[in-house]
């Protein structure tokens, strides 16, 4: 089934965001956004299915030409933005920091640019998760690792965001520490009938190769 239609256009009340701040070091400084896989971008691809499943887009970018192209292209219901970092340059929980303060909702599912698998289903089942416990956050937990780039987190997780980044303690594992998180492992996404895939995200150009066969030049 095609993303768009597997919640028959009702939109959750659920902010979408696509990090995309990233330096992309691996990638020769080539956004992994832009990433073809299966005749469309990595971005399109996660707009299509955020957007099966969120009110509402956030792209959280600092050079937000590089992804205007492709986000007029999308043809979904929900209305995207392109947000920058508030404080460039900082890694991953500086784009959380930006797109909690720019969604409209109080959810927020957020992905990296780079996982290609991103899955509404999965996002859904930790959001009911969360909510099920009155949770800040809901991840999986997958061959024993935590998978905060695929995770569903609440507006209440920004002010230990905000200390982190004021403290320079920039790695995204230790709001774990302070927020109330809720992790959904193997036997709870194989109950619900999800695949593990949606963790994966694709780093550098040999990564690429093996997922399209194709070799990177830059
Ligand atoms: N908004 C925002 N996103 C970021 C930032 N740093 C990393 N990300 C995103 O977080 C995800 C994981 O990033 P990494 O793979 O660790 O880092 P990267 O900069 O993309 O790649 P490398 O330079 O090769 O490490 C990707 O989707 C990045 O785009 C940042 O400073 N701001």
């Not at 956004?31 to 499943?53: I, P």
């Not at 460039?88 to 797109?99: C, E, I, T, V």
């Not at 002010?159 to 594992?173: F, G, I, S, V, Y």
Request: glycine share 10%.
């Amino acid at each position: 089934m095609k993303a768009m239609e597997r919640y028959g256009g009702q939109k959750h009340a659920m902010t979408g965001v696509i990090l995309a701040g990233g330096q992309n070091r691996r990638m020769g400084g080539q956004s992994k956004a832009l990433l073809m896989y299966e005749g469309d971008t990595f971005l399109a691809r996660q707009l299509a299915e955020l957007g099966s499943l969120c009110a509402e887009l956030l792209v959280v970018a600092q050079e937000p030409e590089r992804y205007e192209a492709v986000v007029h292209t999308f043809s979904g219901e929900s209305p995207v933005r392109i947000i920058p970092d508030l404080q460039p340059g900082r890694g991953p929980l500086a784009g959380f920091q930006a797109a909690m303060r720019a969604a409209s909702y109080e959810e927020l599912w957020i992905v990296g640019c780079d996982m290609p698998w991103a899955d509404a289903e999965a996002a859904k089942a930790l959001s009911e998760l969360r909510n099920g416990v009155g949770a800040d956050a809901a991840v999986a937990k997958i061959d024993g690792r935590l998978h905060p780039l695929h995770g569903v987190y609440l507006k209440s997780c920004l002010p230990e965001t905000e200390r982190l980044l004021a403290a320079n303690d920039l790695r995204l594992m230790r709001l774990f520490d302070s927020v109330a998180l809720q992790v959904a492992d193997e036997s709870f996404l194989e109950r619900k009938g999800i695949s593990t895939g949606f963790i994966r995200n694709i780093n550098d150009p040999d990564e690429y190769e093996r997922l399209t066969g194709k070799r990177l030049r830059f």
